[in-house]
């Protein structure tokens, strides 16, 4: 099966606990078999992994990336300054997609800057667990192409 590699930055393991007006009452887990419900629509598969350390996420998009064909990337707060997922990101040389659950855009204003955005297709946000649904059908268009 073909997998879409998706990964959660930094405080998203404790969604559902979070405030519900910015990131929805999902839990992590809810999302991920949301993402992989539709993942499995158009045939493939979702590999998941959460961590709250940056190393970590660029050790798994490093050793995962060769088995996927595309990214699905909620960094969290690490959207804003980590140029070290930046270049993870692009190294890969496969497509990216950024989500956010909320709308970054109308928050704090160090949370309007997305140093990862560059290294994505595309970045969705605001749209809280269907962002991650928009993700995998616009990755699927990305991949028809």
């Known amino acids: 099966m073909r997998n879409i590699l998706l ?4 405080n998203l393991n404790t969604l559902g606990k979070r405030d519900s007006a910015h990131y929805g009452v999902l839990t ?8 992989a419900k539709e993942a499995e629509k158009h045939g493939f598969g979702i590999i998941s992994y959460q961590s709250n350390h940056e190393g970590d996420l660029v050790d798994k998009l490093q050793s995962e990336s060769p088995h996927c064909v595309g990214i699905i990337i909620n960094p969290g707060a690490f959207s804003h300054y980590s140029y070290g997922l930046y270049d993870a990101l692009l190294d890969t ?16 204003p160090w949370r309007r800057q997305s140093v990862i955005a560059p290294a994505c297709v595309k970045v969705i946000e605001g749209k809280k667990e269907q962002g991650y649904r928009e993700a995998v059908n616009v990755m699927m268009e990305y ?3």
């Open 93 to 108: 040389k496969l497509p990216a997609i950024e989500v956010h659950l909320s709308d970054v855009s109308q928050r704090e």
């Open 143 to 145: 991949l028809q192409q």
């Open 28 to 35: 992590l887990k809810d999302i991920e078999n949301l993402t």
């Open 7 to 10: 990964i959660h930055g930094v």
